[in-house]
């Protein structure tokens, strides 16, 4: 399953960058968060094909390397995309001076994506912040997609004091992605019985 969520970002990669790129041009800065090296890769050679100035933030930078790139984003006009890493930029990175933001990979937890958005809608953000997810349809990306979602709601419904039970779902996304993987195929393989052929598992 990993290995196909990490093929589905890949495959996601140009048109994630694309769809920056077109809000870098027409909005301003842009925050491009993904979680794999090379859907990063990938983003800032087109950014750098447009003619698009970028830096990055990534798990391997030293602690000054982070601040140079940091800075030139918050600082220099001619920056106009930071691409971050998930799990490296996810807490702590103040990038305010953006409002829009490109998920182009989604997270296994709504919190994760949750402080990846708040790099940008902090206090002092005078924008209202905008976050693009790029989900493939019919993929198990819009399934993580709408689990996360309703992990999501699950949270808000625990803060606003409703009470919750394991009923509700509280469990891992991963589990629920791979039991939706299972129960597609598993219709699949029913639907093709359907129709008189026969049976992928025999």
């Known amino acids: 399953m990993f290995s196909m969520v990490r093929r589905i970002g890949q495959a996601k990669a140009a048109l994630a960058a694309d769809y920056a790129a077109q809000l870098a041009r027409n909005v301003g800065k842009v925050v491009f968060f993904a979680k794999h090296i090379d859907v990063m890769d990938e983003a800032e050679q087109i950014f750098a094909d447009r003619g698009l100035r970028a830096v990055s933030l990534r798990g391997d930078q030293t602690v000054r390397s982070r601040e140079e790139s940091i800075r030139a984003f918050t600082e220099d006009p001619d920056v106009s995309i930071i691409v971050c890493s998930l799990s490296a930029a996810g807490v702590g990175v103040n990038l305010q001076v953006a409002s829009n933001l490109v998920l182009a990979e989604l997270s296994w937890t709504d919190a994760e994506q949750t402080q990846a958005i708040d790099r940008i809608h902090r206090i002092g953000q005078s924008e209202p912040v905008t976050a693009w997810r790029i989900i493939a349809a019919q993929t198990i990306d819009s399934t993580i997609a709408a689990l996360i979602d309703s992990k999501s709601g699950l949270a808000a419904r625990a803060l606003d004091g409703v009470a919750v039970d394991d ?34 598992f025999v």
């Open 167 to 200: 009923a509700d779902g509280v469990s891992d996304v991963r589990l629920d992605a791979l039991v939706a993987l299972v129960v597609a195929a598993l219709e699949e393989a029913d639907a093709t019985l359907d129709q008189g052929s026969p049976s992928p």
